[in-house]
C-alpha cells in the first residue's frame, strides 16, 4: 500500500473513530440520561486511544454484564414497599457529610449512592439491614446487586453464627449462660430487623425462646429488662401470643419497676384484642411509680 493510501487510512480510522466516541457519549448522556464522570472518561479514551479504546470499553462492559449483572438468590430476604423502615444514622465523625440511607436512595447521582454503600457496609451492618434492603430497590442495578449480595452474606454468617452457638450451649459447654445471653443479644439485633422470610424468622425466633429457657432456668439473673423484652416482642411479631405471654408474666414478675414489662403485656394485648386487660395495664402502669416516657404515652394514645 502506498504512502497516500495508508495516510487515507488512518485519516480514516481517526475519522470513525471520533465519531464513535461522539455516538458513545450522546448515547449514555441524551438517550439513557447517564451523568456519570465515567462516560466521559471512556469517552476521552475512545477519542485517543483509536481502536484500542473501543475495544477496552466493550471489553469492560462485557465483563459487567457477566460479573456483575447476574441474579442474586434473595428468597429470604424481604424487601418492598411495605417493608419496616428503620434510619440508619451516620456515625458521630461523619454526621455533617452523611445522610440516612432510605434519603439515599432517591439521589440522583450514582457515585454518590455507591460510595455512601461503600461507607456503610464497611462498618458493623447487622444494625443496618433493614437499611440496606431498601437498596435492593435501587433503579441503579450495581447498587442494587451490590446490597443484595452483602444483605446474603450477612444473613448466611447469621445462620453459621447461630447454628454453632446453640449447638454448643445445647452440649452444656462451660460457659452457657453467658453464651445465651450473649445469643439473645446477637439474634435481637438481626431479627428485630425482619430481613428474612416468615418461615425462617419463626425458625430463629423459636431458637431465641429455646436460648431465652435454658437461661432463665439456669441463670435468671442474667435476664436483664432489655432481653425480656427483646424475647417478649420476637415471639408477638410472630404471633406466638401463648409465649409471649409467658414472658410478659416472667418480666413482671422479675422486672417490676421496669416500663418494658408492661409496653410489651400492652402490645400483647391490643395485638390480641383483650380491651378489658389492656385498660387494666394502663392502670397499674399510671398508679406505679413508674415514668412514663413520651413514646409509651403515645402507645396509649394511640391504642386506647
Known amino acids: 500500500m502506498s504512502t497516500t493510501g495508508q495516510g487515507i487510512l488512518i485519516i480514516t480510522l481517526i475519522v470513525l473513530n471520533l465519531i464513535a466516541a461522539v455516538l458513545y457519549y450522546v448515547i449514555n448522556t441524551v438517550v439513557k440520561l447517564n451523568k456519570e464522570k465515567s462516560v466521559i472518561i471512556k469517552t476521552v479514551v475512545i477519542a485517543i486511544c483509536p481502536v484500542v479504546g473501543l475495544i477496552f470499553v466493550g471489553l469492560s462492559y462485557l465483563w459487567y454484564k457477566v460479573f456483575m449483572s447476574a441474579p442474586v438468590d434473595l428468597e429470604d430476604v424481604i424487601f418492598g414497599k411495605d417493608?419496616?423502615?428503620?434510619e440508619m444514622k451516620a456515625e458521630e465523625d461523619k454526621e455533617r457529610n452523611m445522610i440516612p440511607l432510605e434519603e439515599a436512595i432517591a439521589i440522583t447521582e450514582k457515585q454518590d449512592l455507591r460510595t455512601l454503600m461503600m461507607s456503610v457496609v464497611s462498618s458493623d451492618i447487622k444494625n443496618s439491614l433493614a437499611s440496606i434492603t431498601l437498596a435492593l430497590n435501587s433503579e441503579d442495578t450495581e447498587t442494587a446487586h451490590y446490597a443484595a449480595t452483602v444483605l446474603q452474606d450477612a444473613l448466611n454468617?447469621?445462620?453459621?453464627?447461630?447454628?454453632?452457638?446453640?449447638?454448643?450451649?445445647?452440649?452444656?459447654?462451660?460457659?452457657?449462660y453467658q453464651?445465651?445471653?450473649?445469643?439473645?443479644?446477637?439474634?435481637?439485633?438481626?431479627?428485630?430487623?425482619?430481613?428474612?422470610?416468615?418461615?425462617?424468622q419463626r425458625h430463629y425466633v423459636g431458637i431465641?425462646?429455646?436460648?431465652?429457657?435454658?437461661?432463665?432456668?439456669?441463670?435468671?439473673?442474667?435476664?436483664?429488662?432489655?432481653?425480656f423484652e427483646a424475647v417478649s416482642l420476637r415471639l408477638l411479631g410472630i404471633e406466638d401470643y401463648e409465649k409471649c405471654e409467658k414472658w410478659c408474666e416472667r418480666a413482671r414478675i422479675l422486672c417490676p419497676s421496669a416500663l418494658s414489662?408492661?409496653?410489651?403485656?400492652?402490645?400483647?394485648?391490643?395485638?390480641?384484642?383483650?380491651?378489658?386487660?389492656f385498660f387494666n395495664c394502663i392502670d397499674e402502669l399510671k398508679a406505679s411509680p413508674i415514668v412514663i416516657d413520651k413514646e409509651t404515652l403515645e402507645l396509649i394514645r394511640v391504642f386506647g
Do not use: W
Open 261 to 277: 414489662s408492661y409496653t410489651c403485656q400492652l402490645k400483647l394485648f391490643f395485638s390480641q384484642g383483650r380491651r378489658e386487660d
Open 208 to 227: 431465641m425462646e429455646a436460648v431465652g429457657e435454658i437461661l432463665f432456668m439456669g441463670e435468671p439473673d442474667r435476664f436483664t429488662t432489655e432481653r
Open 157 to 176: 454468617n447469621f445462620r453459621t453464627t447461630v447454628d454453632k452457638e446453640y449447638k454448643e450451649i445445647l452440649e452444656d459447654a462451660p460457659d452457657k
Open 179 to 200: 453464651r445465651c445471653a450473649n445469643l439473645i443479644d446477637y439474634m435481637d439485633q438481626v431479627l428485630s430487623q425482619k430481613v428474612f422470610i416468615e418461615m425462617e
Open 83 to 86: 417493608h419496616p423502615k428503620f
